[in-house]
């Protein structure tokens, strides 16, 4: 039985990390879609299906930055954890910030994981292929 390939929601503002996100998955062996959202407004009009994103599909994971335009991750991640039909698609959390404050938000606000952006290329590749290893291969999802 051949598995549909995962689909991934990046929300992201930062174009090198973009760049950077896409390659990493492009080296991995899995078959995987990923979508961009570049504030906090356009990731939720793909979840919500508004406006462009009519047709958007549902995502199997989101990555989500806290630094972002119009709304941020923070708020980005309420909106999707009260929502009955999006608050069970894992969120991670892949941000720059280490700040307790920072992370002890976004636990609160029901995330599945934080994890802080390594500078170094190489360090970041491993990241995302550790990401794709448990949350696409490993874990079961809804």
């Not at 994971?61 to 954890?81: A, C, F, M, S, T």
């Not at 290329?121 to 949350?135: G, M, R, S």
Request: charge should be negative; charged fraction near 25%; aromatic fraction near 8%.
């Amino acid at each position: 039985m051949k598995l549909k390939p995962a689909h991934i929601l990046l929300v992201e503002d930062n174009e090198g990390d973009i760049l950077l996100t896409l390659e990493a998955f492009e080296e991995s062996k899995l078959v995987s879609e990923i979508s961009v959202a570049r504030n906090g407004q356009e990731a939720l009009d793909f979840l919500f299906r508004k406006g462009s994103f009519t047709q958007s599909p549902k995502p199997d994971l989101i990555l989500l930055d806290i630094n972002l335009p119009i709304y941020n991750g923070h708020e980005v991640l309420r909106q999707i954890k009260m929502d009955s039909s999006l608050k069970k698609i894992p969120v991670i959390m892949l941000t720059t910030s280490s700040n307790p404050k920072d992370v002890n938000i976004a636990y609160s606000n029901h995330c599945n994981s934080y994890l802080k952006k390594p500078l170094e290329i190489e360090e970041f590749f491993n990241v995302i292929k550790k990401i794709e290893q448990f949350w696409l291969q490993l874990a079961i999802r809804p």
